[in-house]
């Protein structure tokens, strides 16, 4: 039997970040991974892949929609195909440099591939072989969830993981879901020049975001071409002649659309079902999620859980690796280090994207019984104007007593970068004050968040620019 003290179950990033830890605290170290290659979800068929094709679908897109006075970039052509294979080696370029050479630098871990499940809370069995570990680390991350909708096994359908690598493009395809993966990939294909519908069950899309967000990020969207359907409840697909027949109902009856793929996009099911996590008393919630404490503990004390695979409120890249290290430290040194998941920030990275930070006005409501907000539109933004791109808006909440930045929420072309300006201020909690008092560089979209903070005392459509 092989003995080590720490087994990491997973290749990602959090199970990647609690190797680097371990290494650095010369923790000896066994990482099980099969599934996707080392990178996981985010290098592989996540984040890398799909920001590497929305660039070039918003490069495609910029001559027609955000024209510049006296210049012409007109396109002839735009070719899918080659777009996809060069995204696929940036992948595999990154997968080397970033991942397999990295653990190639850590002396105190060993790599074993294979499918793992425990056999005791101490002990996994990989390849017919027993692995004993003092901690253990799940970061087994998650899969595309497949609706139970009759017809679709039988005629065909697309994850992230395919959407991501196909060749040849569609004429038209279908989007079951309106969450961060079905948009993002709608907009691609649909900018390459699919016809692209979407279909969402819920009454909006993204509903746990602030709606003056999504309200008008969904003008964008269909403003382009592209077709959302909510409140539509899909309930089989046939084949009719070569193409796929969608039926779904919605409050005005039955309809259909005719596609020739279907992309899944109605989230995400953790990798847990192989694990034999309930023969060592390992509890997962009915979304098949790993429950875990704010520590990242198990209800086994000896494992630990990170990333996708948790019942954790936010599931990013980013969470995954510090939970990652956190982790570690919580389980070797004896701390109890936490994330502070409302100082997080997210983005959804269509055009316009979406970048989040902290309580939304519902969140606020729920936990003060009260809400100072303010939305303001980016037509007051003078860089907005400047560069034409004047579609988005910023919202931002505060503590109703003490003025405190709570949240912000920002629609804009560049809004996953804003973002991260947003989080030092709610980090730091920065009052409005805070923020009023400092001197964001002009003509900069970085005077948004400024000016979201002094709508609360002025009418931020009377001052001049650089006030």
Not at 122 to 149: C, D, L, M, Y
Not at 183 to 208: C, D, H, N, W
Not at 287 to 292: D, G, H, L, N, R
Request: aromatic share 4%; glycine share 8%.
């Amino acid at each position: 039997m092989e003995k080590y003290d720490l087994g990491i179950v997973g290749g990602g990033a959090g199970a990647f970040a609690a190797a680097i830890r371990a290494d650095e605290l010369g923790i000896k170290t066994v990482m099980i991974n099969e599934g996707l290659p080392l990178g996981g979800t985010c290098l592989n068929v996540g984040c890398v892949p799909s920001k590497a094709l929305l660039h070039a679908a918003e490069k495609i897109s910029q001559p027609s929609r955000y024209k510049v006075s006296g210049v012409d970039l007109s396109l002839d052509r735009a070719d899918f195909a080659t777009a996809v294979r060069d995204e696929i080696a940036l992948v595999e370029e990154l997968r080397r440099e970033k991942y397999e050479q990295v653990l190639q630098g850590l002396g105190n871990v060993t790599l074993v591939e294979g499918l793992a499940r425990f056999t005791t809370d101490r002990t996994i069995e990989v390849n017919g072989k027993i692995i004993e570990a003092e901690k253990f680390i799940i970061a087994t991350g998650s899969k595309a969830t497949v609706p139970q909708i009759k017809g679709l096994q039988e005629a065909g359908y697309l994850t992230h993981i395919e959407a991501l690598k196909l060749r040849e493009l569609p004429e038209a395809l279908a989007v079951i879901g309106a969450g961060p993966i079905g948009l993002e990939l709608g907009q691609i294909y649909s900018r390459f020049g699919s016809k692209v519908t979407i279909l969402q069950r819920a009454k909006s899309i993204m509903p746990r975001v602030e709606t003056e967000l999504t309200d008008r990020l969904e003008q964008s969207l269909t403003a382009e071409g592209i077709a959302i359907v909510k409140g539509a409840k899909v309930t089989k697909v046939v084949v009719e002649e070569g193409k796929k027949v969608i039926s779904y109902n919605t409050n005005d009856g039955e309809q259909t659309v005719v596609v020739d793929e279907i992309l899944l996009a109605a989230g995400k099911t953790p990798n847990t079902a192989a694990l034999g996590l309930s023969e060592v008393g390992v509890e997962v919630d009915d979304k098949q999620a790993v429950v875990t404490s704010k520590t990242l503990q198990t209800s086994q004390p000896n494992i630990y859980a990170v990333g996708d695979v948790t019942n954790l409120p936010l599931r990013l890249e980013t969470t995954a690796g510090k939970e990652g290290t956190i982790a570690v430290d919580n389980a070797f040194k004896g701390t109890s280090k936490i994330v502070d998941y409302k100082a997080v920030p997210w983005a959804v990275f269509t055009d316009p994207a979406i970048g989040s930070v902290g309580y939304t006005e519902e969140e606020q409501m729920a936990e003060f019984n009260a809400c100072a907000c303010r939305t303001v539109e980016m037509d007051k933004v003078s860089k907005a104007l400047i560069t034409g791109r004047t579609e988005g808006v910023i919202r931002m909440a505060i503590h109703p007593e003490t003025r405190v930045v709570m949240g912000v929420h920002i629609l804009a072309p560049n809004a996953a970068d804003l973002i991260a300006q947003a989080m030092v201020h709610i980090r730091n909690k920065n009052t409005i004050d805070d923020i009023i008092d400092t001197l964001p560089v002009f003509p900069t979209m970085s005077e948004a968040i400024k000016i979201a903070a002094i709508s609360f005392t002025k009418d931020v459509s009377k001052m001049s620019c650089c006030t």
